[in-house]
C-alpha cells in the first residue's frame, strides 16, 4: 500500500542522527506549498536543539495560515485591505468607493453627527475568527432599530465581501454574513402625479418664480431672484424621465431640436468625488442609462426658450449655476423643495419619473416605460414605478356560472 502523503503545509517524524564533528543532525519531510514533499536539515548542539531548531525553521516555512490575512487579522486591518482591493478593481465609480469609505470609517469632520455606527468603531477590534453570525447579525439589527434598514443593508454588503475575502485567503472556512437575517426594503407603493395635480404644480412654480408669497413665507423683495430655471429643469423632467443628475449634467452638444422628431441624449450625470467636488461624469448611473429619447412639444418650447436666454459656459451644460459651473443636485432639491411649497412636499423630481413610466406603461406597455427610464429590464420599472395596478384578463365567461 503506498505510503500517505503529507497534508501541504506539514511535516513528517523527525529523526536525529549525530555527526563526526560532534553536532546533531536534525532531518524530516515537509510537504511545501507546491505540492512537493521535501527532506529539510538543520543541525545543533545538541540533540533536543538540533530538532528545535528545526521546528523552529518549519514554523517559518509554514507560514501563517493565509499570509497577509490570517484567523487573527482585525476587521479594521480587514477593512483597509478590502478597500485597496476595491480601489483596483475596474469597473467601480470613484463615489461608490467614497460610500464604501464612509460606512467604514470614522468620520473625523466636526459636522458629523456623533455616535454614528461605522465598521470600524462598531466591529473594527474584533479578529476574523470572532466575526461570528450572530455577532455581526446582532450589528446589523442594532441598526435597523435605529431606524437606518438602508444603511443596514450597505453595511451588510461590505461585511459579507471582506468576509469572502478572508474565505479566500484561508484564514475562515466560510463566510459568516450569509447566514445573518434577512433585511428586506420597505415597501412602497409607486405613487405618481396625475394631470390635475401636475397643472396645479406648475401653476405653483410659476407664481414662485414670479416671487409670490408661498405657504406663509413672504414674497420676494430684495436679494438674488428666484432662479426661474427650477421650473425648466422640471419640464425636462417631466417630459422625459431622466435621473435628476441626468438633467443637470445635460449639454446642447446632446441636445438636437432640429431633428424630426427633436431629441435628446442622456450620456451622462452629476456627482460629487471626494477631493474633487462635483464633476460631469462622462457615463450615466448604468450601461442601459446611456439612451436618446425623442422630446415632447412643451419640453422643445421649453429648450428653445432656454437656449435663447443660455449663457455660454466652458462645459456647455444646459443648466448650470449661476456662476456657469455645475448645478449642485443638492442645492437644486433645496431650491425645489421651497418652490413645491407644503401642498407638493411628497412631489420629488423621482415622481416625475414614475409619472413618466406610468403614462406610458399605460398606452406602450412596461418595457417601453422601462426603455424610457433607462432599465436594463421591466422588473425595476414595474416594482418602484409605475402607479397602476395590474389587469387581470376578462375572465367574466368562467365566473358568470357562480350565479345562483
Known sequence: ???????????????????????WRATTRYRDEDGITRTV???????????????ESLTQRTGSRGGLITRDTKLADLADLWLAEKVLQEGIAQQTLDLYWME??????????KGTIKIKSALGGLRVWEATTSRIDAHLKRIVLNGHREKARRQRVILS????????????????????????????????????????LRTQLQDWVDGKPLDGAPGYTYGPRRNPRVLDVAD??????????????LRWCDVDLHAQPPRITLSGTIVRIKGKGLIRQEWTKTDSGYRTV?????VVDTLRRVKAEAIENELDLVFPNRDGGIWDPHNFNRLWRQARGEKFA???PKTFRKTVASLIADQYGPQAAAQQLGHANDSVTKRHYIDQPTEAPDFTAALGRLAG
Open 346 to 348: 411628497w412631489v420629488t
Open 1 to 23: 500500500m503506498p505510503r500517505q502523503s503529507l497534508p501541504i503545509g506539514t511535516y513528517g517524524r523527525i529523526t536525529t542522527k549525530r555527526q563526526p564533528n560532534g553536532r
Open 104 to 113: 467604514i470609517e470614522v468620520s473625523t469632520d466636526c459636522r458629523a453627527t
Open 236 to 249: 425636462v423632467e417631466l417630459g422625459t424621465g431622466p435621473r435628476p443628475g441626468e438633467a443637470l449634467a
Open 294 to 298: 425623442v422630446l415632447p412639444q412643451f
Open 161 to 200: 465581501e471582506m468576509m469572502s475575502m478572508a474565505v479566500r485567503h484561508d484564514a475562515i472556512d466560510r463566510n459568516p454574513v450569509r447566514e445573518v437575517a434577512d433585511l428586506p426594503r420597505k415597501r412602497q407603493k409607486p405613487r405618481a402625479a396625475d394631470l390635475e395635480t401636475l397643472a396645479e
Open 41 to 55: 536539515h538543520k543541525f545543533g548542539p545538541t540533540k533536543g536543539r538540533a530538532e528545535e531548531i528545526l521546528r
